[in-house]
């Protein structure tokens, strides 16, 4: 779920030095679709302890819409890098129970964590789970995988 992070052109020139002919190139990323109720209530601790984050504070009707501009820039980028051919979108939905405490150990592996002071974190964490103990405890997410591939050419 990195892919976001590298630059697109660079990323499928990279990619297609270590690809032979045929081989394939995905990345992918698995985009989270809480409860309508749970999200809007996340989105209240993330403003209440993370004022200063605009990004969090918003509640995405559809979160796979935020996820299809990094496919994207990662298609324009596997397409300028002129080494593959034209990159297709593979989604699969599924879901998942999480119970309060999965919750919160999902959460300690984003790659944002490490953004925030530790103090704040905690103090995020222990809103969240609130939120999940308010919503009885435990969840079902709504998830997408969502995956960019294309054929070395």
Do not use: C
């Not at 004022?51 to 820039?73: I, N």
């Not at 809103?127 to 435990?138: M, N, R």
Request: hydrophobic share 45%.
């Amino acid at each position: 779920m990195t892919w976001h992070w590298v630059d697109p052109v660079a990323g499928a020139a990279k990619a297609a030095e270590v690809l032979e002919p045929g081989g394939r190139l995905a990345v992918f990323w698995n985009v989270f679709q809480p409860p309508s109720d749970l999200a809007k209530a996340f989105a209240a601790v993330y403003r209440e302890v993370l004022p200063d984050r605009p990004m969090y504070h918003r509640v995405s009707a559809s979160p796979l819409d935020a996820y299809l501009a990094f496919l994207g820039k990662a298609a324009e980028g596997m397409r300028e890098s002129g080494a593959f051919d034209e990159p297709e979108r593979w989604q699969f939905p599924w879901s998942r129970p999480y119970s309060r405490g999965e919750w919160i150990e999902q959460l300690r592996t984003g790659g944002d964590a490490t953004q925030f002071d530790p103090s704040k974190f905690d103090e995020l964490l222990t809103g969240i789970g609130a939120a999940v103990d308010a919503a009885g405890g435990s969840f079902q997410m709504g998830l997408t995988a969502l995956a960019l591939t294309a054929t070395r050419s």
